[in-house]
């Protein structure tokens, strides 16, 4: 997307348009979130890639019937029940394949599946999918109106020391603030929950 250019569709729209940057983004902002639960639920490298690509491939198989009608529905906690199944069904295939001497603790995993599912994700985690939320939109911004709004929103500063900093008004540097925030918004809003 180019810079400025603006779109009323939101990226989940976009995704069942069947927009390929669309995809990309949707891929990119959730991916490192899914193999972060993965680990969580203790599986790690080529499995927990792999467990990502068929929670992508469940996402586009459903995600014409997801809605956000109900208090409560996000697309993260969809995402998350999503990666629960694919994950409880991982651990049922690998159940079922001969094992190597010792046994397996796959019952003991599928048990903490249950238990961890309600778990909030971690401060670290959620934050690098903001970033990356950011990351998207950051390149449609001047370099200025891009330093107001870093540092008044993600950094704290008041707006009046930051338009101090940058030699504009602190109305100047609230409205970058404003049109950031509104585009990323505009972008993945009804991603970002």
């Known amino acids: 997307m180019s810079p400025g250019h603006s779109t009323s569709l939101s990226l989940l729209d976009r995704v069942r348009a069947n927009d390929p940057t669309a995809w990309q983004r ?18 790690d490298g080529v499995d927990a890639e792999d467990i990502a690509q068929d929670v992508f491939h469940g996402v586009s198989a459903g995600l014409a019937k997801f809605r956000h009608d109900r208090t409560g529905d996000t697309f993260r906690g969809w995402l998350r029940g999503i990666t629960r199944n694919k994950l409880l069904d991982h651990f049922r295939r690998r159940d079922h394949q001969p094992q190597a001497q010792g046994g397996s603790d796959a019952q003991r995993r599928l048990s903490q599946v249950a238990e961890t599912d309600q778990a909030e994700d971690s401060d ?32 704290g500063h008041a707006p009046a020391d930051v338009a101090a900093d940058l030699g504009v008004t602190a109305a100047a540097v609230r409205m970058a603030k404003s049109r950031v925030l509104r585009r990323l918004r505009e972008e993945v809003g009804d991603v970002i929950d």
């Open 26 to 43: 949707l891929v990119y902002l959730y991916t490192p979130l899914v193999v972060y639960w993965c680990r969580n639920w203790g599986v």
């Open 124 to 155: 670290e985690q959620l934050s690098g999918l903001y970033h990356r939320a950011l990351e998207l939109v950051r390149g449609e911004f001047e370099v200025r109106t891009w330093q107001a709004f870093w540092r008044c929103a993600v950094e």
